[in-house]
């Protein structure tokens, strides 16, 4: 027990002085005053009307937004066409279809509308719903239903 030192001292609890930030000069002076560290920052954007403003970082990423991969395709025309003849032949609405597959009627609205990004899984909960091909060749096409022997 020779390694022990008994003349440090621990103190818990204390809170490390963090450095303050002051908006008036008064606090800035009486600082000044005492001998404390004062550093100064400019905002960057400071007093200048935001709305008419460009900075460099805005131009670098229109740079990159123009070299950027196309964005993700919608769902054809034609598939919200067939969707929306077979919901009509079966006389139920986009909430009741939407109801059925367990999906929002907005998912629904914006597939009619070709407005949405295909998702093969709701895509086969439809056709199965509707019993019309949505996917591949022969989109608008009649299902048959399974096959009795």
């Known amino acids: 027990m020779s390694s022990v030192d008994w003349d440090s001292t621990t103190v818990i609890g204390s809170k490390a ?6 908006r008036n000069a008064s606090d800035l002076n009486a600082a000044r ?3 404390a560290v004062v550093s100064t ?3 960057i954007s400071g007093g200048v009307n935001k709305a008419h403003q460009t900075t460099d970082h805005q131009r670098i990423v229109k740079l990159d937004r123009e070299n950027e991969v196309a ?10 066409r067939a969707m929306q003849t077979a919901r ?10 939407a109801q ?4 929002k009627p907005s998912v629904l609205q914006d597939y ?4 949405a990004i295909p998702n093969a899984q ?11 091909k949505l996917r591949g060749n022969d989109i608008g096409k009649k299902l048959e239903g399974p096959k009795k022997s």
């Open 17 to 22: 002085k963090a450095p303050k930030v002051t």
């Open 33 to 35: 005053r005492t001998g």
């Open 41 to 43: 920052e400019k905002k």
């Open 71 to 80: 964005p993700p395709t919608k769902v054809a025309p034609s598939v919200g």
């Open 88 to 97: 009509m032949d079966l006389k139920l609405s986009q909430k009741d279809v």
């Open 100 to 103: 059925k597959i367990n999906e």
């Open 112 to 115: 009619e509308s070709g407005k």
């Open 122 to 132: 709701i895509l086969s909960k439809l056709e199965r719903v509707l019993a019309v």
